[in-house]
């Protein structure tokens, strides 16, 4: 009777700690890369699903929550200005089109990996308004140096006067 | 005790286990799948598509199976632009000789597609198909770029004004990191590839500045992930103009 319990108490211990290991790159689940092939295809991104291009930057959803899409690739995020209001949790989707990439805000604790075959996600509040940059810190090859963003948190009475296509991308500013 | 009844009492938790193990190794299983419908349901759908295409298995695959014999025979027609030698007489017009496979069926599909715009380059497409394609793409990678005297080439062009070498050579060797402008020679050659992008040391001054042009304003908006157009509107009129005329002049590494 003992050694039954003992054995039950040792699977669900191990099921506890499968449940429980998160790929320490991209802090995903670790079964998300054991089924292989569930998030978007690096190869289709732009041909249908949520990263096609006119679906990508500041997105409003009718609840009024913010989600910020971007794709990391070789050597340039897109898009690569993006608008969010201040004060507000946007939460970041993010994937990679071919290696893995990080999207890093310069001067905050904020960071994101991007992943080919994976979106990655995490929500961030910017208290302040003002300008961030956002290098790659992840090295992804000969242009990593040069690959970088920028992030315009706008104050949140200015950001929603914007134009719509504004609020999307600060690209044409 | 009996034997038999011995090894009956030890089966039973034997299999208790594997029955339990099985089950909760399942669980993570049922959870990701749970967690992949959530997001299919986050999906918008497709507004605009830059190109029809993309570098799977099957295109991959295809491309590899050009053969450049049928393409010597097919490119008879485009020798009267692009040159027989893949070097074309007229600036305004791209050189094929060493072409990219990859990048050079690109533009053929999109062409064919009608997301790349150019009525002549349209209706030279039509007739082909994606086999075709991709000889054409096999027979011309396979021509040489090295300089004949015999042929009646442009590519070789003086650049206008050679101030602008300064402004080319960092470009292209390093970008600018503060604008997010990656170096050309980290995607075009020869430092690193990328899937679709064509070499740019043996092409034509005129053709490269009028595609950055129209890659800067959208008017040429087939490049997959906004990629080109992103990077093209960063640039200023004279880097752009700098880039493309070093390029021109047969300076830029290859």
């Known amino acids: ?173 | 005790m009996s034997p038999v009844n011995q090894t009956a009492s030890l089966r039973t938790p034997v299999r208790w286990r594997a029955t339990l193990a099985v089950v909760l190794l399942a669980i993570p299983l049922l959870w990701s799948r749970g967690d992949s419908s959530a997001q299919q349901s986050n999906a918008e759908p497709p507004v605009r598509v830059p190109s029809n295409v993309a570098w799977t298995h099957e295109t991959l695959v295809l491309i590899s199976r050009g053969d450049a014999f049928r393409g010597l025979i097919l490119a008879r027609r485009c020798g009267h632009c692009h040159g027989e030698e893949g070097f074309s007489a007229v600036p305004a017009f791209p050189n094929l000789a060493g072409a990219v496979r990859l990048s050079f069926w690109k533009q053929m599909e999109d062409f064919r597609s009608g997301k790349r715009a150019s009525p002549v380059m349209q209706e030279a497409v039509a007739a082909l198909s994606t086999r075709d394609s991709a000889d054409l793409a096999a027979y011309y990678s396979m021509l040489p770029t090295a300089s004949d005297p015999q042929d009646n080439r442009a590519f070789p062009q003086a650049m206008q004004d050679p101030s602008h070498a300064q402004i080319a050579i960092r470009l292209i060797l390093f970008g600018d990191g503060q604008r997010g402008i990656p170096p050309c020679q980290s995607c075009h050659g020869p430092v690193s590839y990328v899937n679709g992008a064509p070499l740019l040391a043996h092409q034509n001054g005129s053709y490269l500045q009028e595609q950055l042009e129209n890659f800067a304003s959208g008017s040429r908006s087939n490049d997959i992930n906004v990629r080109m157009r992103s990077i093209a509107r960063h640039l200023k009129a004279e880097e752009r103009t700098a880039v493309s005329e070093y390029y021109g002049a047969g300076l830029g590494p290859e």
């Open chain 1, 1 to 173: 009777m003992k050694k039954k319990i003992g054995g039950i108490a040792a699977i669900m211990l191990l099921g506890l700690v499968l449940l429980s290991i998160r790929y320490y790159e991209v802090d995903l689940p670790i079964w998300h890369f054991l089924g292989g092939g569930k998030g978007p295809d690096p190869a289709t991104l732009h041909l249908s699903g949520e990263f096609v291009e006119s679906n990508l930057g500041t997105a409003e959803d009718a609840e009024g929550s913010l989600t910020v899409r971007m794709i990391a690739q070789q050597y340039v995020f897109v898009p690569q200005c993006i608008a969010i209001p201040a004060g507000v949790p946007v939460r970041f989707r993010i994937t990679s089109a071919d290696g893995v990439h990080m999207l890093s805000f310069l001067g905050t604790d904020y960071g994101l990996k991007a992943v080919p075959g994976a979106v990655t996600e995490a929500s961030f509040t910017f208290l302040k308004p003002g300008e961030f940059k956002i290098p790659c810190n992840e090295f992804c090859g000969p242009g990593h140096y040069a690959m970088r963003g920028q992030l315009e948190v706008a104050p949140r009475d200015q950001f929603s006067s914007l134009h719509p296509e504004e609020r999307r991308t600060c690209e044409s500013r």
